[in-house]
């Protein structure tokens, strides 16, 4: 069956990067657009970005333009999202999130079908 | 950017009840952008609803979604115990116009 399966949590402090994979299984990665969702502690979900696995071309949301980097490794159908200068405000769990469709899809309706388990990070000092 | 705004922000009853929650947008939307998932504490989101009524794989039929333009409705026929969760709403759009409303709770009365 279709699995995500994300790496462990982590603990960073102010200013460091983190980098999350997200490893998959049990469909053709390359044909399937992933999303990276965030949720700090007590509040919504906060969608951050989607690449695109065939050509590896990431698209961001504004509000991470210039901290988060996505990235994905065709050889062990892995999807990573790194991001950068972090501070408190950056405490969340994290979840890639694999669409309905496929990129080649003129489905009339989509959404967010499989997700991973989460990662952790906390940012302190 | 789409907006997305739900109420009521907390929605308290009784197992055996009708829910009956709002997401509004803040203009006008393709139905086939809007979905809706269901969250628990410590778990994922799980996808409900895809193009405004289209129930994901698995769903019950209890669980019902509707609406256009600005204005959606999800719908619990009667609640269950395992439906006690937060709701979010969702405009998955051409990215990266893809936005979360902010979720209604619904609670045991």
């Known amino acids: 069956q279709v699995q995500l399966v994300q790496s462990g949590a982590e603990v960073k402090k102010p200013g460091a990067s983190v980098n999350i994979s997200c490893k998959t299984s049990?469909?053709?990665?390359?044909?399937?657009?992933m999303h990276w969702v965030r949720q700090a502690p007590g509040q919504g979900l906060e969608w951050m970005g989607m690449?695109?696995?065939?050509?590896?071309?990431?698209t961001y949301a504004q509000m991470f333009q210039g901290r988060v980097t996505m990235t994905r490794d065709t050889s062990t159908n892995t999807v990573y999202m790194e991001l950068s200068s972090l501070r408190s405000e950056d405490t969340a769990v994290y979840y890639c999130?694999?669409?309905?469709?496929?990129?080649?899809?003129?489905?009339?309706?989509?959404?967010?079908?499989?997700w991973g388990q989460g990662t952790t990070v906390i940012v302190s000092s | 950017e789409i907006v997305l705004t739900q109420s009521p922000g907390t929605l308290s009853l009784s197992p055996g009840e009708r829910a009956t929650l709002s997401c509004r947008a803040s203009?006008?939307?393709?139905?086939?952008?809007l979905a809706w998932y269901q969250q628990k504490p410590g778990q994922a989101p799980r996808p409900l609803i895809y193009?405004?009524?289209s129930r994901a794989t698995g769903i019950p039929d209890r669980f019902s979604g509707s609406g256009s333009g600005t204005d959606f409705t999800l719908t619990i026929s009667r609640l269950e115990p395992e439906d006690f969760a937060v709701y979010y709403c969702?405009?998955?759009?051409?990215?990266?116009?893809?936005?979360f409303g902010p979720g209604t709770k619904v609670d045991i009365k």
């Open positions: 999130a694999r669409p309905l469709n496929t990129l080649y899809s003129t489905a009339s309706r989509d959404g967010m079908d499989v």
């Open positions: 049990g469909y053709t990665f390359n044909i399937y657009y």
């Open positions: 690449i695109n696995p065939s050509g590896g071309s990431p």
């Open positions: 203009q006008s939307v393709s139905s086939s952008y």
């Open positions: 193009g405004a009524s």
């Open positions: 969702q405009h998955y759009g051409r990215a990266p116009e893809i936005t």
